[in-house]
């Protein structure tokens, strides 16, 4: 590919984002990125009945946060109506367009004309013989020329299709306002769009798309049909209507731009190894259109939550640090940088988006209540009766009180020497301990979660849970 690669990314402004259409956006600035092209955003917003308020910002601030970041735009399609209307000219010029004189109650009866004959619906079997001149005020309609295609796609391969499909579509509507099926294919010659990319949605059109190329007197660009993004059950499209997030909620849940990136470049797409982790400058070098695959891909949570928390591992700690600043539990406030890197530290590896972290770390700020159940539901624990489990905490609060220097290794020796005195096994002994000094059914490392509590708050914790039993 050269640089005069030209990918754009179009979405509409009905509505948030979800990932179907990053995935799209991100296909489309990776092939440009790659060529070294460019990457152009453009807002279609002919449909201004469907037009949300506040789309538009929220398409920016979702490209923003992916450095999804555009080389041209946004191009607003609702303020190029003049070069529309040029286009249009053009094509009645040509004998390739003219004026609809018939009402949506006539069009309708010829519907149900079709539909009694049992045929499929053609508009051009009722096109006019003669045509009043446009005004503007009414539809303007696209005379096609049915006619056998092939057409390539990148991933799709070769289309073979019969002149049964193409049909005379509006080009222009009585608002005045273009339909997609014509601005579109304006705005990618205007803007000399080399690869278009797109969901399988499309295809149907593409007979269409590729009549009103040669009616112009146009190439057509290069085709990219990507697959559709399938629920997590598999058994159908993503979709807001079926619950889809809004990209932006995993932003304020706390995944990294990076991940979110790896996560929709592997939907529908993989470098033929077994890497599964990605830098965003591997998926420029990596990335190619003969691997997208034509099945639908799969939209799996907890993939990407596995993914997010492989990119937290590989990060520095004190550029973590700085990220999580907006997550800490509330109680964090009172405690020092120097305590906040430790125990974050500790929950690093564990840490699988930053929303969590309240929930793993509030222990580390906080003496929580006592919770009963952590003993009485634990799968070892529950076994023992009070006065057993009494007897394990005193040995340990007592051989705790001796050890001078609160540090991992000197705790970890100490808690295998229990281990000894006591007879019991880890998951038994280690859990009752976790438990005492935590009130959480898991933590990181027992004795390095220990140092950094400290031994005052250890021995307090020990004593409370005593009291409890």
Known sequence: MSKNVHT??????????????????????????????????????????????????????????LNLNPDEGPFFQSERLELYRQYAGRLI???????????????????????????PFLYRNHRPENPPAWDGKTPLRFKSEPKDYT??????????????????????????????????????????????????????SLPNYRNLHEALGENPPTFVTVPHILNEQGNKKLSKRDGAKDILEYREQ?????????????????????QEVFTIDELIKKFSLNRIQKSGAHFDERRLSWLNGAHIRHMKLDELYKKVSGFWPKT??????????????????????????????????????????????????????KSQLKELLEITKTELEKLA?????????????LLQTTGEKPA??????????????????????????????????????????
């Open 405 to 417: 220097g609160f540090k991992a290794d000197k705790l970890q020796e100490t808690l295998n020497g």
């Open 332 to 385: 964090a406030e009172n405690y020092d940088e120097e305590y906040k890197n430790k125990v974050l530290s500790l929950v690093q590896q564990r840490l699988k988006f930053f929303a969590e972290l309240p929930e793993l770390t509030g222990f580390f700020f906080e003496d929580l209540p006592v919770n009963p159940k952590l003993i009485s539901e634990h799968k070892q624990l529950k076994k023992y009766d």
């Open 151 to 204: 057409t390539h796609d990148e991933v799709m391969g070769e289309l073979k299709t019969g002149p049964e499909v193409i049909d005379d579509f509006i080009l222009i509507k009585s608002d005045g306002f273009p339909t997609y099926n014509f601005a579109h294919v304006v705005d990618d010659l205007e803007m000399k769009i080399s690869h278009v990319i797109r969901g399988q949605e499309f295809l149907a």
């Open 254 to 274: 706390g995944y990294l731009p990076e991940a979110m990136i790896n996560f929709l470049a592997a939907l529908g797409w993989n470098d033929g190894t077994e």
């Open 8 to 65: 754009r990314f179009a979405p509409s402004p009905t509505g948030f984002l979800h990932a179907g259409g990053m995935r799209t956006a991100l296909f489309a600035w990776l092939v440009a990125k790659q060529a070294g092209g460019q990457f152009i955003l453009r807002i279609e917003d002919t449909d201004q009945k469907r037009k949300v308020d506040g789309a538009e910002q929220h398409i920016r601030d979702c490209l923003e946060w």
């Open 93 to 119: 010029e040509a004998g390739r367009a003219y004026s609809d004189p018939y009402s949506p109650q006539e069009v309708q009866k010829f519907r149900e004309q079709a539909q009694a004959e049992k045929k």
């Open 428 to 469: 038994v002994l280690f859990s009752l301990i976790r438990i005492a000094t935590t009130q959480a059914a898991s933590s990181p490392g027992l004795a390095e979660t220990m140092e950094v509590l400290g031994q005052k708050t250890c021995l307090n914790r020990l004593g409370k849970q005593l009291q409890d039993l």
